[in-house]
């Protein structure tokens, strides 16, 4: 999905999970719950989906997980799990995709980041990703109390930055957080492979 922008492309933003970065809970609950429908039965209604949004926002994993294993015990160390050993939940580089990030870098002005992610797992992704270092600026859902998407965690982006969200192109590979950009003004393409990705960009004479 691309939308066409009203003039040249002079910033570019990147979501991080699921975009550059692999994240995944399997990584680390494919040690833990060896047989798979238990695995994937405890990541649905335990630590599910909606038990982590609120993480994406700042609020604690120490506090959320105590309570969560509370209401679990029989659960508790895969529970406490989920904070004590998230870096296991990190898979890698994207494949393509910081090639690509690469050769953006060098081809527009400007280059952000703009992801839905915890402030206090963040420090080990740095830690990790040298290629974090590339951006000019970033701004981390968990740091600033906003999430995608909510068009005010965009809105906080171009304050912060003075880009232009017409000469902007988004880059997420979830189809609301784009759809939430496009309506300020951005242009949005969906991260489906670094393959696609490549193909969109050039309709855009990028990278």
């Avoid at 910033?11 to 991080?16: E, R």
Wanted: with cysteine.
């Amino acid at each position: 999905m691309t939308t066409r922008p009203a003039g040249p492309i002079t910033c570019v933003v990147f979501d991080l999970g699921g975009v550059l970065i692999d994240w995944n809970p399997r990584y680390l609950y494919r040690k833990l719950i060896p047989d798979p429908e238990a695995m994937e039965h405890f990541l649905a209604e335990v630590c599910s989906t909606e038990w982590r949004l609120p993480f994406d926002l700042g609020a604690p994993m120490v506090e959320a997980t105590a309570e969560l294993a509370g209401r679990h015990p029989e659960l508790r160390p895969l529970i406490e799990a989920y904070r004590a050993r998230w870096p296991e939940m990190l898979g890698g580089a994207v494949d393509g995709s910081v090639e690509i990030l690469k050769e953006i870098r060098a081809a527009v002005p400007a280059l952000y980041a703009l992801s839905n992610w915890p402030a206090e797992t963040f420090p080990h992704a740095r830690a990790r990703f040298d290629f974090l270092d590339w951006f000019d600026g970033m701004v981390i859902s968990g740091e600033v109390g906003l999430q995608k998407p909510d068009a005010n965690i965009y809105r906080l982006l171009f304050e912060r930055t003075g880009i232009e969200p017409r000469s902007t192109l988004f880059i997420d590979d979830v189809a609301d957080n784009l759809a939430a950009a496009e309506a300020l003004g951005v242009t949005g393409v969906l991260f489906t492979s670094a393959e696609q990705l490549r193909a969109d960009l050039a309709h855009f004479d990028l990278p």
